[in-house]
């Protein structure tokens, strides 16, 4: 096969997000716009003549190359209109190993990696539902908890806001993050967020107690997914159960349309759990590692 390693500036962007929109794997991530977003430099293999794609994400540190998964991706990897051979991503690795010194990337669900030193695989866990069903049905899948943690939800008066601005979650967010993250990290955030709202493919629900945001989540929108990609409450929107009224409503309003609801995650299980209790089942993906650094600097990485 015809194999080729392009710079950004090289790829064709038209046949590239085409190819994205048909593939079996298609998401958000690897769109060649929402690739500019979140990443400062990336590249690709190119296959056959955009027959298969890799988008490769990597930064410079300390004069060495290395890939990275940036944040806000949850999977990348190879993509196609058809069955990915592993061999075939077994060839990419290697083109990457020879290129770059070390590398942390996930793979997306239709891809198998087949472990073999030096490559590192490691099996990770998302959670999705496909909104095929009506929402009475829909519910019914619910468990006995989430049923119970919606039912509490709705006894308030709280409001279902869907034009909450941007600055409003992030502040959310930044108020009652676990993670600490500097200014400059939420300030990418709010830029990531806007460049896809004014792409028509970003939607924030809220719920307000009165005047004030208690729970905000921002859903993501591609061809065939919603991608829930940031989840923020405080901790009154936590004791009225926020984020159960605010997914409720979302499967409410996309129940029958085919979308498939993507948590992004999660291996841990408190928040397994809760994507679970609305009736999302577990799909595998798998990261891939690799360092051609010596042990000491390697320690350092």
Do not use: C
């Not at 806000?72 to 993509?79: H, K």
């Not at 290129?99 to 198998?112: D, E, H, S, T, V």
């Not at 472990?115 to 695989?121: A, T």
């Not at 009154?236 to 409720?248: A, C, H, N, S, Y």
């Amino acid at each position: 096969m015809k194999i080729k390693f392009l710079p950004r500036k090289e790829i064709d962007e038209e046949r590239w997000d085409r190819l994205i929109a048909e593939s079996p794997a298609e998401t958000l991530y690897p769109y060649t716009w929402y690739l500019d977003a979140v990443s400062e430099k990336w590249s690709a293999i190119v296959v056959e003549d955009y027959r298969f794609v890799m988008p490769v994400v990597w930064k410079r540190k300390a004069g060495m190359k290395y890939i990275y998964q940036p944040f806000y991706t949850q999977q990348l990897g190879v993509f196609s209109r058809e069955y990915v051979d592993p061999e075939l991503i077994r060839e990419m690795l290697r083109i990457l190993y020879k290129k770059f010194r070390f590398a942390g990337m996930n793979f997306n669900a239709k891809n198998l990696v087949g472990e073999k030193k030096p490559f590192l695989v490691d099996d990770k866990s998302n959670y999705v539902i496909k909104l095929d069903w009506k929402y009475e049905r829909q519910h019914k899948v619910f468990s006995t908890n989430t049923k119970r943690n919606v039912r509490k939800s709705q006894e308030y008066d709280d409001l279902v806001d869907h034009k909450v601005p941007v600055q409003e979650l992030v502040r959310l967010k930044r108020e009652n993050d676990v993670i600490k993250r500097s200014e400059e990290d939420y300030r990418g955030l709010v830029k990531l967020f806007e460049t896809i709202q004014d792409r028509g493919a970003g939607k924030i629900y809220a719920v307000r107690k009165g005047d004030e945001v208690i729970a905000a989540a921002f859903f993501a929108f591609s061809k065939t997914r919603a991608i829930y990609l940031l989840s923020a409450s405080s901790p009154t929107g936590k004791e009225r159960r926020g984020m159960f009224r605010i997914v409720d409503a979302f499967i409410r309003d996309h129940a029958k349309s085919g979308t498939i609801l993507d948590f992004e995650g999660s291996n841990i299980p408190s928040v397994a759990r809760f994507f679970s209790g609305f009736g999302a089942q577990p799909e595998i993906y798998q990261g891939v590692s690799f360092s051609r650094l010596p042990g000491t600097l390697n320690k350092l990485r």
